[in-house]
């Protein structure tokens, strides 16, 4: 899972997936995209231009213009491409080794080079075309993670009712506290240790929503 993250309250709704065109308009696209994140990732947000993108992706700049607008529209394009993949959370038979192997992921996902997800989670705070996006590809990436929680209710490693979004949060928010705002070198046990934390606490029932009203379970 890449750089997943809450959406505030109040958020605009994820909009209902889309067609994508085929073609030579898919490729025109396929090839802006790349050219996006390889100038982002060797450039930063501040570097970025649409003069730049349509030179690298060999395509006028007036196309460029037309279908994306600005530099914001080009990251947010870059952004709900990434939910059109087949992504799914692992299944490693256990709650710790789900989140622990999602850790890794987003370990990776945050120190490779050319940093890519860090620029993107950078640009989203220089753009609100590109925040909006953001918030749609963490929304369906914490959806698609849900099924992590499910299957350790089912297995009865933890409680009903447990939370998933809030428990998915706990496993992964010391990542991006270290990685994202201290910006500290990796630590290859961080991962594990997170993940082991977060399950111990979510099989106390430390996620566990209380039952409803009257209900005597």
């Not at 958020?11 to 050219?35: K, N, S």
């Not at 060999?58 to 990434?82: F, M, N, Q, S």
Request: proline content about 11%.
């Amino acid at each position: 899972m890449t750089h997943p993250a809450p959406r505030p309250e109040g958020a605009p709704p994820a909009p209902p997936p889309r067609r994508r065109p085929g073609g030579r308009t898919a490729r025109i696209r396929t090839q802006v995209l790349d050219a996006v994140l390889a100038e982002l990732g060797e450039r930063g947000y501040d570097g970025l231009t649409m003069e730049a993108v349509a030179a690298r992706a060999d395509v006028h700049r007036a196309t460029v213009y037309r279908r994306w607008g600005d530099v914001g529209g080009l990251l947010a394009d870059v952004l709900d491409a990434a939910s059109d993949d087949a992504w799914q959370p692992p299944d490693t038979g256990s709650l710790r080794g789900d989140l622990a192997a999602l850790n890794h992921e987003i370990q990776d996902a945050l120190t490779a080079e050319p940093p890519i997800v860090a620029a993107m989670i950078a640009a989203s705070f220089r753009s609100e075309k590109a925040d909006h996006a953001q918030r749609r590809l963490w929304e369906d990436r914490y959806a698609r993670c849900e099924i992590v929680v499910s299957r350790a209710v089912r297995r009865g490693e933890l409680p009903p009712r447990t939370d998933a979004r809030r428990l998915l949060i706990a496993a992964t928010a010391p990542l991006y506290h270290q990685l994202v705002l201290l910006r500290t070198p990796p630590d290859p046990h961080l991962p594990d240790q997170a993940a082991r934390t977060a399950a111990l606490a979510a099989s106390a029932g430390a996620f566990a929503e209380p039952p409803p009203v009257g209900d005597p379970s």
